[in-house]
């Protein structure tokens, strides 16, 4: 007998017209169990994201569907801005005291390179926004959070591939918010067993929804490979020799190795975490706190050159590049041991790199300025 709804658990997105935020909607709306609320301030993201998500939901509902299905794929989405705790507030009153199941906080800044010549911004943003979030949270009874944190917490791992037992000692002030805001979260849950946090430690997602309705959409220059490989072959960035930042690494081929996984898998990780925070589920068995981190990644470590190639051969575009200096802040390699979320949450990025590239190089192809082409 298939479950009998009856009625939508209310979730809210941080961040969600974002890149990772609009593919976490969708797969919730996929699931057709919540109702989302979005909050975004568009600093780094359009609205017209949330309205291909919500288009993408309806085209997919079945001829049969119900009421409840329906109301699965509105989204109620807020433009505010996190650090200006009246506006959260305002979204939250909307709901009332326990209207809001649990919240997805997907929202902050994250160029390592600018968090470095504008720290107090990031510490404001990431970490300050964080507490009057959860703050707001506990005033309106909600205790359940997801948390979006990254595998830069790990700083130089010692060792590869990296399990979340791993000290964490981040090296920029962007990653040094993720820590901070992990492990102010990880606190609450030991001042108080009603909260329930799981913190997603993202490895380098990328590619897109298979549709090519949503994707990453990058302002100016992408500073991050992917993207950046895919405006190159669009004919987006003027300049469209690649600059590799350093091949004297100790890796195969001296560049960087990072653990890329699809952003599809990614979104999936969220379902997975936030069906965690559930009151009859297994993962805070035996801890004092119910605060659990996992990784998200493929636990497969890919160099820059090697992820030219497949983008080559998805594009079929000539990259050039040259060798450049190390870029500061980069490590080694970045690897995940993704077999904790495995076990407890059941997590799997079974997508191949050929399929993200596929996926990727089709929402360029389809939207060769990203939004702003609508
Ligand atoms: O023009 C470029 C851009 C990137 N790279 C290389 O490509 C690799 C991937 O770089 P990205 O910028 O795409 O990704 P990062 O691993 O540096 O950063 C990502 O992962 C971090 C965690 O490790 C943070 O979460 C960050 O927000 C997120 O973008 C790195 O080795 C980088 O040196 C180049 O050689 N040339």
Request: aromatic share 8%; net charge neutral; glycine share 8%.
């Amino acid at each position: 007998m298939p479950e009998q709804r009856t009625a939508l658990k209310n979730v809210l997105v941080t961040g969600g017209a974002g890149y990772i935020g609009s593919h976490v909607i969708y797969a919730l709306q996929k699931t057709r169990r919540y109702k989302v609320i979005s909050i975004d301030n568009n600093h780094n993201s359009l609205p017209a994201a949330l309205d291909r998500v919500s288009r993408l939901s309806k085209s997919e509902l079945p001829e049969d569907a119900t009421e409840l299905d329906i109301a699965s794929t509105v989204i109620d989405s807020h433009k505010c801005d996190l650090t200006q705790p009246a506006q959260i507030k305002s979204v939250f009153e909307k709901y009332g005291k326990g209207g809001i199941w649990g919240v997805i906080h997907i929202a902050a800044y994250k160029a390592v390179g600018e968090s470095t010549e504008v720290p107090l911004t990031y510490y404001a943003n990431n970490v300050g926004a964080t507490i009057s979030l959860l703050q707001i949270m506990s005033d309106y009874d909600c205790h359940r959070i997801v948390y979006s944190s990254s595998a830069t917490v790990y700083g130089t791992p010692p060792i590869i591939p990296i399990p979340e037992t791993t000290r964490l000692q981040a090296d920029s002030p962007y990653g040094k918010t993720k820590v901070m805001a992990e492990t102010i979260i990880d606190d609450l849950c030991h001042a108080d067993q009603r909260w329930r946090a799981i913190s997603l430690r993202y490895f380098n997602p990328a590619g897109a929804h298979p549709s090519g309705l949503i994707g990453e959409d990058p302002r100016g220059r992408p500073g991050n490979l992917l993207p950046l490989l895919a405006h190159m072959a669009v004919g987006r960035v003027k300049d469209a020799t690649l600059r590799v930042f350093g091949n004297d690494y100790p890796t195969p081929d001296g560049t960087c190795v990072r653990d890329y996984l699809h952003i599809m898998d990614l979104a999936s990780g969220h379902l997975l975490a936030l069906d965690a925070l559930a009151s009859d589920s297994k993962v805070f068995d035996g801890l004092d706190a119910h605060f659990k981190a996992y990784n998200l990644g493929k636990g497969k470590g890919m160099s820059v050159l090697q992820i030219v190639e497949a983008m080559r051969k998805a594009t079929g575009f000539n990259y050039k590049y040259e060798i450049i200096g190390r870029r500061r802040g980069d490590v080694p390699d970045l690897t995940a041991d993704p077999s904790l979320a495995e076990k407890e949450l059941g997590f799997k990025a079974s997508q191949d790199l050929e399929t993200m590239c596929r996926d990727l190089w089709n929402w360029q192809t389809k939207n060769p300025l990203g939004y702003g082409d609508i």
